[in-house]
């Protein structure tokens, strides 16, 4: 039986629920839309926390609209400042943590994600941060205006990043990382080995294969039995899925929230998109959660259609972006178990890496090579497959890969 959709609810009020909420309104859908956010602030896009609020003691948070625009221009209302943690997917319904209830037709859960917490931290005398709203993120940044010394657990992109900002300000920073490298998922060694080297000449210090076990009110204690002074620790260790609400309305939340090429969950009616969404990668030949400004924007927008009754299959490939210094770092697909083509020079600052299984492509990396990443973006994405020594090739000119098809 189909269902007549008057009422569409979006669980979330970040970068994947506004985006959606956006769409319903630009596919035509008339009907109300109500878009419940935890925290008090109107949505915005969170790259900005680890990037451009980092950077500048003055730079404003950049709001993805005004209050105005939501409520005049696209009549969207946004109910902030708690979180939808109960629901009934019989009688179609969601409630906050303070006590408001919102009946849907169809709902969107744009939960996201929260930060893995670090246990050695807990209760730690001294001041620990996890990079993951607006307020953390300014707290940080007086720490960084305030020269402090910063030991960053985590060398993942936000740790990179705040790393960056916390170098360029004058701050004694050490990053310790559990693993032996830099990011090995994504990285092949030899980008571990670049960055982790542009990192040490801005003063960085890096000790690997170590973790944190313990803490004073003045430093923390390493695995390897150091002791590193600190005023701050940035934590950030990964994220798992923000799954109460969806675990309230019947789905397994484990690895994610399970969906299918539409957004479609396993409840009639409840979709899911953006970070907590776990969907089908064909480069990794696998289902994993995307957690990417891309996705929670290119996904949430292909679900938005399928709630109001079109047919939008999303099978975009992974990207996101870095900034390290001087170095913009993109990646799209999947980098791990496959054959590494170099294209361009490395010592020229400006190359790309392309991973490939047989004749498949199923990644890329750039460094200062926006145009190749941009190419081969689509070329993953439409399955394209140019051969081995044309990609090795500064010379071939990769839109001819797409015109091939």
């Not at 039986?1 to 035509?28: D, F, K, P, S």
């Not at 830099?182 to 170590?210: E, M, Q």
């Not at 004073?216 to 039995?225: A, E, K, P, Y």
């Not at 969906?259 to 289902?287: E, K, M, N, Y």
Request: charged share 20%; proline share 4%; net charge neutral.
């Amino acid at each position: 039986m189909t269902r007549t959709i008057n009422h569409i609810v979006i669980a979330g009020a970040g970068q994947a629920g506004a985006r959606a909420a956006e769409a319903l309104r630009a596919r035509g859908f008339k009907g109300s839309i109500t878009m419940i956010g935890e925290e008090r602030h109107l949505p915005y896009e969170r790259p900005q926390l680890s990037k451009a609020l980092l950077r500048s003691p003055d730079t404003p948070l950049a709001y993805i609209k005004h209050a105005n625009d939501w409520n005049e221009a696209l009549d969207i209302r946004i109910a902030t400042g708690s979180a939808a943690i109960d629901g009934d997917a019989d009688r179609r319904v969601v409630s906050t943590a303070d006590g408001r209830s919102f009946p849907f037709d169809a709902l969107l859960l744009a939960t996201g994600t929260r930060p893995r917490r670090l246990p050695a931290l807990e209760g730690a005398q001294l001041e620990v941060q996890y990079l993951r709203n607006v307020e953390d993120a300014l707290r940080v940044r007086r720490h960084i205006q305030a020269q402090s010394r910063i030991v960053i657990v985590g060398g993942g992109v936000i740790g990179l990043e705040a790393a960056c900002a916390a170098a360029n300000a004058g701050c004694h920073v050490t990053l310790v990382e559990n693993e032996a490298r830099l990011l090995p998922r994504a990285f092949p060694a030899a980008i571990s080995d670049l960055v982790a080297d542009k990192h040490r000449n801005h003063g960085v210090t890096f000790v690997f294969s170590t973790t944190v076990t313990g803490s004073s009110s003045r430093s923390v204690t390493l695995s390897n039995g150091a002791e590193i002074a600190a005023d701050l620790v940035l934590v950030g260790i990964g994220v798992t899925p923000s799954g109460d609400l969806a675990a309230r309305l019947g789905l397994p939340v484990a690895e994610g929230i399970a969906v299918d090429a539409c957004g479609r969950t396993a409840v009639p009616g409840i979709f899911c998109a953006g970070d907590a969404a776990l969907q089908w990668s064909r480069c990794h030949g696998r289902a994993i959660r995307v957690e990417t400004w891309a996705n929670a924007q290119n996904q949430a927008i292909s679900v938005a259609s399928n709630m109001i009754g079109e047919t939008s299959d999303y099978g975009d490939p992974p990207w996101f972006w870095t900034d390290q210094y001087d170095l913009n770092i993109q990646v799209t697909g999947d980098m791990r178990d496959a054959d590494h083509i170099a294209r361009g020079d490395p010592g020229s600052g400006r190359f790309s890496v392309i991973a490939m299984r047989g004749t498949e492509l199923v990644g890329a990396l750039s460094v200062n090579a926006t145009k190749d990443m941009a190419m081969l973006r689509r070329i993953i994405a439409t399955d394209a497959r140019p051969g081995r020594a044309d990609l090795e090739s500064p010379a071939y000119d990769l839109r001819t890969a797409l015109k091939a098809r």
